[in-house]
């Protein structure tokens, strides 16, 4: 008899363990893929509301299983909106997420320059000046880049003062 007590007893234990779980974890509502809320990012950014697409966006990497392949041009996306609306703190860490991510991708598109731009512009001239120095020396081409956008504007200074 007692035998029998205890089984009802491990049985009701379960049985109010599942429901206090099911209260506490409810199931979602709406039953929406990884490829929804991208492409709801996606259209979100291409009306213009930005900072709701980066929103989006974090959502996306938090709670879905994106592929490692993906998530540092996601990063990357999320890092540009935050340097487009000129919110350079945001901007530099998520680029700086993406290269943690794959330290080779810092060296794609505009992201060195992103973050050497957005660190100058939050006053952390020696970060900045550090950050140039490591990406020039990750890709020297970055370097030979740097050098012709100066000479071109020396060369409209110069352009501009023979003029007057």
Same mark, same amino acid.
């Given at each position: 008899? !007692?035998? &029998? &007590?205890?089984? &009802?007893? &491990? ?18 509502? +709406? @039953?929406? #893929?990884?490829?929804?809320? =991208?492409? /709801?990012?996606? @259209?979100?950014?291409? $009306?213009? /509301?930005? /900072?709701?697409?980066? $929103?989006?966006?974090?959502? %996306? ?18 890092? @540009?909106? %935050? %340097? ?9 860490? %998520?680029?700086? =997420?993406? +290269?943690?991510?794959?330290? *080779?991708?810092? @060296? ?9 731009? !957005?660190? *100058? ?10 950050? =140039? $120095?490591?990406? #020039?020396?990750?890709?020297? !081409?970055?370097?030979?880049?740097? *050098? ?17």
């Amino acid at each position: 008899m !007692s035998k &029998i &007590i205890s089984f &009802i007893q &491990i049985l009701c234990f379960i049985l109010l363990t599942l429901i206090a779980y099911r209260l506490y974890f409810p199931p979602k509502a +709406e @039953n929406w #893929t990884a490829e929804q809320q =991208r492409a /709801l990012a996606i @259209n979100l950014r291409t $009306k213009g /509301l930005d /900072l709701q697409a980066a $929103k989006e966006l974090q959502k %996306y990497l938090s709670d879905y299983p994106v592929p490692a392949k993906e998530r540092p041009g996601v990063c990357v996306t999320i890092g @540009n909106i %935050y %340097y487009d609306k000129l919110d350079f703190a945001n901007a530099v860490a %998520y680029y700086y =997420r993406a +290269e943690a991510l794959d330290p *080779t991708f810092a @060296n794609d598109k505009d992201v060195p320059k992103r973050v050497v731009d !957005s660190l *100058t512009k939050l006053g952390r001239q020696k970060e900045a000046a550090a950050a =140039r $120095k490591r990406y #020039t020396e990750l890709d020297p !081409s970055l370097a030979e880049k740097e *050098t012709e956008k100066k000479e071109v504007k020396e060369e409209a200074k110069v352009e501009k003062q023979e003029e007057k």
